[in-house]
């Protein structure tokens, strides 16, 4: 197939081709249809972002809520801190799981200290008695 153009028309697909090369970021919008998450004194709201401990909400951040989330779909099961990190942020962990820990430190601060437990050298587990 060839295709041939008059010179407005090549000005204008030369336009068009600089707007498709340039880089376009493109906000993909996750809506999560899995059920509240609900333990003796604690409820996990996904599709609202809601948690609530013994009726009354509690603020989280975006990433404590991802990380206590996360933990609270594998209730019982110990994750390791890089499990955690490359689920939540959905990039491959580098080595520097900080955020993780200091997720888990305010999740701890907000819910008790029993909410989350850490199993000494491997990782963490959501506590679902809490």
Do not use: W
Request: net charge negative.
């Amino acid at each position: 197939m060839v295709l041939t153009l008059s010179d407005a028309e090549e000005h204008i697909m030369d336009k068009v081709m600089a707007v498709l090369s340039e880089e376009q970021t493109i906000e993909h919008i996750y809506i999560p249809t899995e059920p509240a998450l609900t333990f003796s004194s604690l409820e996990i709201r996904p599709q609202r972002r809601q948690i609530l401990l013994n009726g009354k909400e509690i603020e989280l951040t975006t990433r404590e809520f991802d990380v206590l989330y996360y933990l609270a779909q594998y209730a019982g099961q110990v994750l390791t801190a890089q499990q955690i990190y490359e689920a939540v942020s959905g990039e491959s962990a580098v080595c520097d799981y900080h955020s993780v820990e200091s997720s888990i430190y305010s999740i701890r601060r907000k819910l008790g200290r029993d909410a989350i437990l850490t199993v000494r050298g491997y990782g963490y587990k959501f506590n679902p008695d809490i």
